[in-house]
């Protein structure tokens, strides 16, 4: 059974208090893709990170995942994320960090699409060969500043990493013999590194 669902909580009172359950509910009728959102304002005006329902993680038959203003942790359970099936992965304006990636990598071997969009709570990147299927990559950090970006997945064929008004300090790309479009902003480079990097990138059609 394929489906789709947006959902959409307005207001400070918002706190998905019920939302695992319906989500459990889209789990067992084996949802294909889903699309979360909270749009939760503070007494200040302010914006705060939702709660993130931990039904999420065990949706085995999931294939395209979108978040929204979420702070995402690992279960509490036993830690452990299995979304085997899980394709895509679009998150913003989230929070998170380098344990919940970690995690992320080794548990999602499908993943072709992986999409970070201003997030904070991570200052070190790294993607490589624990996600072989990887084709697709979109970093974007207005809000953040990283210290390492390491990208070593070789069917990566469009990786894009966008700082917008930020500089990541060290990038590092190998392995990816098979990237096609590349797009920097916001990085920190020279020219040795730019022609190192164009030798490596035999494929290379995009820049």
């Known amino acids: 059974m394929e489906g789709n669902c947006d959902g959409d909580a307005t207001g400070y009172f ?3 208090t019920y939302a ?3 989500i459990k509910i889209l789990i067992a009728c084996n949802i294909k893709e889903l699309n979360l959102r909270v749009d939760r304002h503070n007494f200040q005006g302010g914006f705060e990170y939702g709660s993130l329902p931990e039904a999420i993680f065990a949706a085995r038959s999931l294939n395209v995942l979108s978040l929204y203003r979420f702070k995402i942790e690992l279960p509490t359970d036993d830690g452990t994320i299995k979304l085997s099936s899980l394709r895509e992965l679009h998150l913003s304006y ?22 970070f969009q201003d997030f904070k709570g991570f200052t070190s990147f790294h993607v490589g060969e624990t996600l072989p ?7 974007q950090f207005p809000r953040s500043i990283l210290q390492l970006v390491d990208i070593a997945a070789i069917n990566l064929e469009e990786l ?6 930020r500089i990541a300090k060290f990038v590092r790309i190998t392995a990816c013999k ?3 479009s590349l797009y920097l902003g916001g990085v920190d ?10 030798y490596e990138l035999q494929n290379l059609e995009k820049f």
Do not use: P, Y
């Open 133 to 139: 299927k990887l084709k697709k990559v979109n970093l």
């Open 189 to 198: 480079v020279t020219d040795n590194w730019l022609e190192e990097l164009f």
């Open 94 to 115: 989230v929070f998170l960090d380098e344990q919940f990636i970690e995690s992320l990598c080794t548990s999602c071997c499908n993943l072709e699409h992986l999409s």
């Open 14 to 16: 918002a706190r998905l």
């Open 20 to 22: 695992d359950r319906w």
């Open 160 to 165: 894009r990493i966008d700082g917008l008004n």
């Open 178 to 180: 098979a990237l096609k």
